[in-house]
């Protein structure tokens, strides 16, 4: 089995590390609280806890460009620290996005071809355990055709599995529902009503959403992201 539980809790941890929400606001927080947070995350980081390295990496990638923190190289290395060390899930997405996010500071062509090829690996990676934001990532690689053919086979089949696993709850905005549900199935209908998809490639993308299910016994059956960092375990599959 792939997946690895996480370690024991270090106590002064518990506050910052456990929690889903990004924390990389500095305005949210003040700047005080984001130094606190900022030398909390190095002093574990540094010290091994895969859990500090992937809240410090995404701190250094996601903080605001004007942020004395903001360094998308070093963020990424100890994102990638993180993402080898625990194989958690949740932690490759955030590395994968982390990635795409660096592809976008670069300006030589080369580099962005080869960060966009480390953002699929790591995302194709934490899909492969049901994660269904990587999923829905995944798929829209195959929609747009970033970096690779278009595929509309492959596109729905990723679409269709990250579906099942979100949960059915709409979420209203203005009368609309925004939710991951609601967005993935708009890609799929989408998809569907194109002239460059016909009844026997759904039938084959369905057949390969099947087939990913049962050659997948303990990926995630839907994604709790309430629960995204604390718990990698069979729990909530």
Request: aromatic share 14%.
């Amino acid at each position: 089995n792939q997946h690895k539980a996480l370690p024991e809790e270090i106590e002064p941890l518990k506050p910052f590390i456990f929690p889903c929400e990004m924390e990389y606001h500095e305005t949210e927080y003040g700047p005080e609280e984001y130094q606190k947070r900022y030398e909390l995350f190095l002093h574990y980081a540094q010290a091994g806890d895969y859990r500090a390295q992937n809240k410090l990496g995404g701190l250094l990638v996601h903080s605001s460009k004007n942020s004395p923190y903001h360094d998308i190289e070093k963020g990424i290395e100890w994102s990638r620290k993180a993402a080898v060390k625990s194989g958690n899930a949740h932690i490759q997405f955030g590395l994968g996005i982390g990635l795409q996010r660096a592809r976008l500071s670069y300006s030589d062509e080369r580099k962005k071809r080869d960060t966009q090829k480390k953002a699929f690996k790591w995302l194709l990676a934490s899909a492969e355990q049901g994660h269904a934001y990587a999923q829905m990532e995944i798929a829209m690689y195959y929609f747009k055709g970033r970096g690779r053919k278009r595929d509309y086979v492959k596109a729905y089949t990723w679409f269709k599995l990250a579906s099942d696993r979100f949960r059915a709850v709409p979420i209203m905005v203005k009368g609309k529902d925004i939710s991951e549900k609601s967005l993935v199935s708009s890609f799929m209908t989408s998809i569907a009503n194109s002239d460059k998809f016909s009844k026997e490639q759904k039938a084959l993308a369905l057949s390969m959403a099947e087939k990913w299910e049962d050659n997948h016994p303990d990926a995630y059956k839907f994604w709790p992201y309430w629960d995204c960092i604390v718990n990698s375990t069979n729990q909530h599959r």
